[in-house]
């Protein structure tokens, strides 16, 4: 009777599963929308360095460098690979193919006036850009179904009107919501729609629409400036600025009801907010 000489069983070292067990990590993260679709893109791209260290991995398996494991070296090096994709996704790096979702707008020289429509269902930070830019929109990365905004401009002497509409197929270049800068060149005039985070309190601002939920921080009025809010915001403004409110809301305790809402103590012109009804908007004062 005669034996089959046993099978040898290929082992993959135990050092390994750090890079399969980051891997699977990232495919989770993607799945359930805490990371970009995106970062498959970039992921691809990289595919030169992982299919190299794979097969260096391979081809040194059972070799040893003093008391090491070369292939185990090799795992860590593949470890540090991820670790710096990973980095790299997150920050935008150029050599990263999902950095190029990005929009630039015109230059703001000579523009006077402007108004900007931008209107999510996302994250939409809002702040000032002194590029020299009128705006520019940069993705927020992390996972969600916002695409790289289109934007269509129409310019008329000094005056330019911007609208910020999502593709309708975005494709992999999904993310959490954008983030707009703006020039504090021109006097504007906005309306946003999201979960918005808004600094504005160095633009110079005509009239404002916000819809959605958030924060949005005022400046000083351009004149008698009206704001329209739809939804739950909370809305800063400067310690001794008029400020009049028009419909229900949380105000400061030294400021004044009257017939249509409230008022501060300030008189003159100023902000005018306008509450539309079921918004729940608490306006605070800060120094």
């Known amino acids: 009777m005669t034996h089959a000489a046993p099978r040898r069983q290929v082992r993959v070292p135990k050092i390994w599963l750090i890079p399969a067990l980051a891997v699977a990590l990232i495919v989770a993260a993607t799945s359930m929308r805490f990371l970009s679709r995106s970062i498959l893109v970039d992921f691809v791209a990289w595919s030169p360095l992982w299919i190299s260290l794979l097969v260096l991995g391979f081809l040194t398996r059972g070799r040893r460098l003093a008391a090491m494991r070369v292939s185990g070296l090799v795992s860590l090096a593949l470890v540090g690979g991820i670790v710096a994709f990973m980095v790299g996704h997150l920050q935008g790096w150029p050599v990263m193919p999902s ?124 004149g008698s400036s009206p704001v329209a809010t739809d939804g739950d915001f909370t809305i800063e403004v400067p310690a001794g600025t008029p400020v009049r409110v028009i419909g229900p809301a949380s105000v400061p305790g030294t400021w004044l009801t009257n017939e249509n809402g409230f008022e501060s103590p300030q008189e003159g012109p100023g902000w005018v907010i306008a509450i539309s009804e079921g918004s729940v908007v608490n306006i605070v004062e800060t120094s």
């Not at 990005?102 to 002194?130: K, N, P, Q």
């Not at 590029?131 to 940069?138: H, K």
């Open 99 to 222: 950095s190029a979702a990005h929009l630039t707008g015109s230059a703001d020289a000579g523009v006077e006036t402007a108004a900007l429509s931008a209107r999510i269902d996302g994250r939409l930070d809002v702040l000032v850009d002194s590029s020299g830019f009128l705006y520019d929109v940069v993705p927020i990365r992390s996972g969600g179904d916002v695409g790289v905004p289109d934007a269509l401009e129409r310019t008329q002497d000094s005056s330019t009107s911007v609208e910020l509409t999502e593709p309708a197929d975005p494709g992999l270049y999904q993310f959490a919501g954008w983030e707009l800068g703006v020039s504090p060149t021109p006097i504007w005039t906005l309306s946003l729609k999201g979960k918005i985070e808004a600094d504005l309190r160095l633009l110079s601002v005509e009239s404002l629409q916000v819809e959605g939920s958030g924060t949005v921080r005022l400046g000083v009025p351009n």
